[in-house]
């Protein structure tokens, strides 16, 4: 976390001020860019550490094309005969 602070320096400067939580900053600097790091710092300032942990996950995993776009992950799926069948994200 830290060799990336060095280049992401508006997440830098929130986690410095405390603005932004070590959890936020650690799930952050996984993702973020020169490119993304203003969209994700407004995001994260919004939401829970779960919820910025969880769209990073996607965003590193290559669910998600951008913070706008992600939707919440399906866990079941009930079939026509009323089974249900649950699926890990």
Known sequence: ????????????????????????ARAL??????ENEDEL??????????????????LRCGTVASTDEAEPPRRAVHSQC???RLAAP
């Open 82 to 84: 009323g089974a249900m």
């Open 29 to 34: 600097t996984r993702v973020a860019n020169s």
């Open 41 to 58: 710092l407004a995001f994260a300032s919004h939401t829970t550490a779960a919820r910025v942990e969880e769209r990073c996950r996607e």
């Open 1 to 24: 976390m830290a060799h990336a602070l060095k280049t992401l320096p508006a997440i830098a400067m929130a986690f410095a001020k405390g603005d932004l939580s070590y959890s936020k």
